[in-house]
């Protein structure tokens, strides 16, 4: 599943019996992960997701997972590398920060959106904080954050 759009669940917990629709849950994996907000139950393997993202975007992500040109890969694994260079308190260090900016932008010049997210799903493949991309890359291509 994508970190780009959010996933609505359709059921409710079955422990405390909450309606998990309202909670929004950013997923990072292809497996969805998700606990109760109110009760802390794993309720990862009883949720039915409902999946809003367009089919364009799920392609996307299929593509990331197989056919990148060389010169994305090496990007998807700078971006991975970058994106995990955090001081201490977790921040991201200032001169990765530029960086990721930088490569943002020449993903933008380079293919737009689509070669960012494209890029993006693959440094989530690759273990990279696709979080931190989201955050630095917000403004580029219209990005939102
Ligand atoms: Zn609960």
Same mark, same amino acid.
């Given at each position: ?5 959010? =996933?609505? #669940? &359709?059921?409710?917990?079955? &422990?405390?019996?909450?309606? @998990?629709?309202? $909670? ?10 998700? +606990? ?8 990862? !393997? %009883?949720?039915?997701? *409902?999946?809003?993202?367009?089919? /364009? /975007? %799920?392609?996307? /992500? ?5 056919? *990148?040109?060389?010169?994305?890969? &090496? *990007?998807?694994? #700078?971006l991975?590398? *970058?994106?995990?260079?955090?001081? /201490?308190?977790?921040?991201? @260090?200032?001169?990765?920060? $530029?960086?990721i900016r #930088?490569l943002g932008e020449?993903l933008c010049? !380079?293919?737009?959106t689509?070669?960012m997210k +494209?890029?993006a799903?693959? $440094?989530?493949? =690759?273990?990279?904080?696709v979080?931190t991309l989201q955050i630095f890359w917000d403004g580029i291509c219209?990005w939102m954050a």
């Open positions: 599943m994508g970190v780009f759009s959010k =996933l609505f #669940k &359709k059921n409710k917990c079955p &422990k405390c019996g909450l309606d @998990l629709s309202t $909670v929004s849950t950013i997923v990072h994996s292809s497996v969805p992960t998700a +606990k109760c907000p109110q009760c802390d139950t794993d309720i990862t !393997n %009883k949720l039915e997701f *409902l999946d809003t993202r367009s089919e /364009e /975007e %799920k392609q996307i /992500e299929r593509d990331a997972q197989s056919a *990148l040109t060389a010169e994305e890969e &090496k *990007l998807a694994k #700078k991975s590398y *970058l994106s995990c260079q955090q001081d /201490e308190q977790g921040r991201t @260090l200032p001169e990765a920060k $530029v960086d #930088k020449y010049a !380079n293919g737009g689509n070669r +494209k890029v799903y693959r $440094v989530q493949t =690759l273990g990279g904080d979080r219209g």
